[in-house]
């Protein structure tokens, strides 16, 4: 069975690394796009999980006579789908503010660490902790982009490299 594992995932190897190059380039050059996609893709998903629940309850009802529970579960996830997709842009650019507030709160509780132990060190960290907290605070969507193009350069790096890898172990 391992052995089966480990050829598959060899096999796929290069599908994988491809894929975090596209996704990693996809972010770093337009992030405002990945995510909009991102929430197209979430409201796809929520929308096909509460249509294939409507519809397997459609037919447990010819059968029975009555609606069940998945009736009820499927309309739930067309609403969340419909809501996700009209509010998503909200969702995504509160989220980063909320970080950097509970970031802000941490720095304050590293501070109080840091004065009270009179650590240098703890006090520089708390400082940049705070900083970068700040920076999410009053400039959350920005920052969240920034964010998301280091990631995307981080998986475009991962791609490379195990691509890299990959041809080395074969030789």
């Known amino acids: 069975m ?24 996809a972010i770093v050059f337009n992030p405002g796009a990945f995510f909009q996609f991102v929430g197209y893709l979430i409201a796809g998903y929520l929308m096909l999980l509460g249509l294939i629940n409507i519809y397997d309850d459609y037919k447990i009802k010819k059968q029975t006579g009555s609606w069940g529970l998945g009736f009820v579960t499927g ?25 950097g507030i509970s970031i802000v709160i941490n720095g304050l509780v590293q501070l109080t660490f840091a004065l009270n132990t009179r650590q240098t060190g703890a006090l ?31 998986l475009i790096f991962m791609g490379v490299i195990e691509i890299i890898g990959h041809f080395r172990n074969k030789a």
């Open 124 to 154: 520089i960290y708390s400082i940049l902790v705070l900083i970068a907290g700040a920076v999410l605070v009053f400039n959350p969507f920005k920052s969240l982009l920034v964010l998301m193009q280091v990631f995307g350069f981080i």
């Open 75 to 99: 309309l739930i996830f067309v609403v969340l789908a419909v809501a996700f997709l009209f509010f998503a842009p909200v969702i995504v650019s509160i989220l980063p503010f909320l970080l």
């Open 2 to 25: 391992f052995q089966t594992f480990r050829e598959n995932f060899r096999r796929h190897t290069l599908l994988h690394d491809a894929v975090f190059i596209v996704i990693g380039s």
